[in-house]
């Protein structure tokens, strides 16, 4: 169920330290959606405030009374507090399941505190005549309880049977009445065009990056100067922009009504974190301290890399020890060495590569690794590495690119979302790629084997057969990366490396070398080429 994220001012918000912010009461409809608990149907008196369903806390602990997700729901008259017990049985009071007269009503935020099971929540309240109204999706995470949605029915279902999963909100690409919009960032702004070339326009300016734009909101970190990769995020036609976290983030995904981020910069203390999208609820979901990206998040599981959790696992008072110690070559989790005030010191990791955790921080689960033992040229290389440069996933797989110590040219592979049956996706021995992107049972590349196919955009199915050409641009240029793709387009980049002439200041010309960059938009058949960015500069990055 797609939702617009909009967080609208007047909402009373519990902020991360319990203090209320108050708001504005509002005047609210009624929700028009069927609901289905394990099954049954179920008439509730329920309101839609800001696109979210808001239910009576005591409909739905009678509903759910005698299920495995059964709670208890009590209030302290002194404290002036609502509390929830988990796995009790709900004692009835009256007046549950009680219809409303399908009119508009006021809605005014409650500010009492609540707490499940002794533990304060932050959660968004309202009272309607008279009773306590939950958005569902908040208590539902709460409790761990199914929630489903048919956009064509509207219908609502609420299975106990189940675990919670994140609402899905698609990031990026947004399939418009007249063709779909691509995003890309280019000389330090935020860009974006529709696919027929119309409506470009710049969102934002000033070295955004980790962008994600979620319906009217884009969500990004700043890097112009007096910044330092803060998050923020601000609506699409420029305004409302606010500050969500004051440190530097990466990685940014949004999914649902969660941010999932790195804090920190890598490889310095780097840990996954998540916080709802008005920036309150920040929690720190693994113990990894050197956490590398984050690629996506997928029914309840995160999916990220990382070094693992890095400790010091040995201190050396002179070199001879250092070069004596057969674990640097033989133990698959040494990072390596590094000169600290006690002197040189080896850092061990717990196991670095691919791994995936739940939402809520359990479950954490290494599903490929990779290691770094091994000496080149008096430094540290990495051996049998597993590097993944490109993660996705589309059904029930997981694609990566990866190379190994015996060829360090990246090749696709392919695993299980739950870790299992790792298969290699053969493509012809001499290929080297970068730049992979899934789209249904095709997998787009772009080859950079030095033969003839060099810089050439390669698609081959996800069974590794039937591998073509999709485009063969320009000899002149060679191509950077693929910037975003659909069933239908392909946003790239190119470039090529030319003189051109410059005037200096004594009236003298000179030739130098610059390079050319072109953004590139183009079917997917190669019909349609549209070069919708032109530049000349050696300091240049798009993504």
């Known amino acids: 169920m797609k939702k617009l994220l909009v967080i ?3 909402i009373a918000m519990i902020v991360a330290n319990g203090t209320p912010t108050f708001a504005l009461s509002q005047t609210v409809n009624p929700t028009a959606s069927t609901v289905y608990i394990n099954g049954t149907a179920k008439n509730f008196e329920a309101y839609n405030i800001s696109g979210n369903n808001f239910f009576k806390l005591r409909d739905l602990a009678y509903v759910l009374n005698g299920t495995e997700k059964q709670f208890g729901v009590g209030y302290n008259n002194a404290t002036k507090s609502i509390t929830l017990t988990s796995n009790e049985s709900y004692t009835a009071v009256g007046g549950e399941m009680s219809q409303g007269d399908g009119k508009p009503r006021t809605a ?19 009272n309607i005549g008279g ?8 208590l539902m995470e709460i409790l761990d309880v199914y929630v489903g949605y048919d956009n064509s029915t509207k219908t609502i279902t609420l299975d106990t049977s189940k675990s919670y999963v994140p609402e899905e909100i698609e990031p990026t690409i947004d399939i418009g009445e007249f063709g779909v919009w691509f995003y890309y960032t280019y000389c330090g702004q935020l860009k974006g065009i529709k696919s027929d070339g119309s409506e470009k326009s710049t969102l934002i300016d000033g070295s955004p990056a980790n962008f994600n734009v979620i319906d009217d909101w884009i969500y990004y970190t ?5 910044h330092d990769g803060e ?31 790195i804090e920190g910069r890598y490889p310095d203390d780097t840990q996954l974190y998540r916080m709802r999208i008005n920036g309150t609820n920040k929690t720190k979901l693994s113990d990894d301290n050197n956490c590398v990206g984050i690629y996506a998040v997928v029914d309840g599981w995160i999916y990220y890399e990382s070094d693992g959790i890095v400790s010091v696992a040995k201190e050396y008072y002179n070199p001879s020890q250092l070069m004596n110690d057969d674990a640097l070559y033989n133990d698959p989790n040494v990072l390596g060495v590094v000169s600290s005030e006690r002197g040189i010191v080896m850092l061990k990791t717990d196991g670095a590569g691919l791994y995936r955790i739940r939402t809520d921080g359990t479950g954490r689960t290494r599903m490929v690794g990779r290691s770094f033992n091994g000496f080149d040229d008096g430094g540290f ?47 012809s021995n001499d290929d080297a790629l970068m730049g992979m992107r899934v789209i249904g049972d095709w997998i787009y590349y772009i080859n950079t084997s030095n033969n003839s196919d060099k810089w050439k955009i390669f698609k081959i ?26 069933e239908d387009w392909i946003l790239y980049w190119r470039s090529t490396y030319e003189h051109v002439t410059e005037m200096y200041y004594e009236r003298r010309e000179e030739y130098v070398g610059m390079y050319r960059i072109n953004v590139v938009l183009v079917r997917i058949d190669g019909t349609d080429q549209q070069i919708i960015e032109t530049h000349y500069n050696s300091d240049w990055f798009i993504t």
């Not at 995904?253 to 969660?258: I, N």
């Not at 990495?382 to 015996?406: C, H, P």
């Open 231 to 261: 998050l923020y995020r601000v609506r699409t036609d420029g305004t409302n922009k606010e500050l969500l976290l004051d440190v530097y983030c990466s990685s940014v995904y949004v999914f649902g009504e969660w941010i999932y981020f």
């Open 8 to 10: 609208v001012l007047s």
């Open 131 to 138: 009773n306590n109204f939950f958005k569902l999706r908040d």
């Open 222 to 226: 700043d890097h112009a100067d007096g």
């Open 461 to 486: 199915r996800t069974d590794g057969t039937s591998k073509s050409v999709v485009i063969d641009d320009n000899p002149d240029y060679f191509i950077n990366s693929i910037a975003d793709i659909t």
């Open 381 to 427: 290389a990495w051996s049998e590495v597993i590097r993944k440069s490109y993660v996705q996933i589309v059904g029930d797989w997981v694609y990566y690119t990866a190379q190994t110590s015996a060829d360090y040219d990246f090749k696709i592979y392919k695993i299980k979302m739950d870790g299992k049956g790792e298969q290699a996706i053969k493509l």
């Open 108 to 126: 005014t935020p409650t500010h009492s505190r609540i707490y499940i099971d002794n533990k304060e929540l932050n959660l968004i309240v309202y």
